[in-house]
Nanobody, 120 residues
Framework: QVQLVESGGGLVQPGGSLRLSCAAS????????MNWYRQAPGKQRELVAT???????DYSDSVKGRFTISRDNAKNTMYLQMNSLKPEDTADYYC??????????????WGQGTQVIVSS
């Protein structure tokens, strides 16, 4: 069973930065798309950023220019560099990965989430 473990969340002041990590462990043969989602209290989950296996990226308009998604395929790890953080960025951030695992099939995997609080 593959597991995704997020880290790097915490409390930061507006204008500050955080770097989230998402590491896949277990029997990982390959990883296709990896995404970051977030869910704020009382809000639906939203897609923040996505990165494909070739490194191509897309961002939601709300974070474009402030966040950068990246991946290290050798480490099976994805990152989200968050700069110029705003209070509205406060949310639980979730890692998603489309992973070819031990079964030989691509499956959807989700992390447990890491909390980001942007407050003065």
């Amino acid at each position: 069973q593959v597991q995704l473990v997020e880290s790097g969340g915490g409390l930061v002041q507006p204008g500050g930065s955080l770097r989230l990590s998402c590491a896949a462990s277990g029997t990982v043969f390959s990883i296709a798309t990896m995404n970051w989602y977030r869910q704020a209290p009382g809000k639906q989950r939203e897609l923040v950023a996505t990165i494909d296996s070739d490194g191509g990226t897309d961002y939601s308009d709300s974070v474009k220019g402030r966040f950068t998604i990246s991946r290290d395929n050798a480490k099976n790890t994805m990152y989200l560099q968050m700069n110029s953080l705003k209070p509205e960025d406060t949310a639980d951030y979730y890692c998603y990965a489309d992973i070819r695992d031990w079964s030989g099939r691509f499956r959807d995997y989700w992390g447990q989430g890491t909390q980001v609080i942007v407050s003065s």
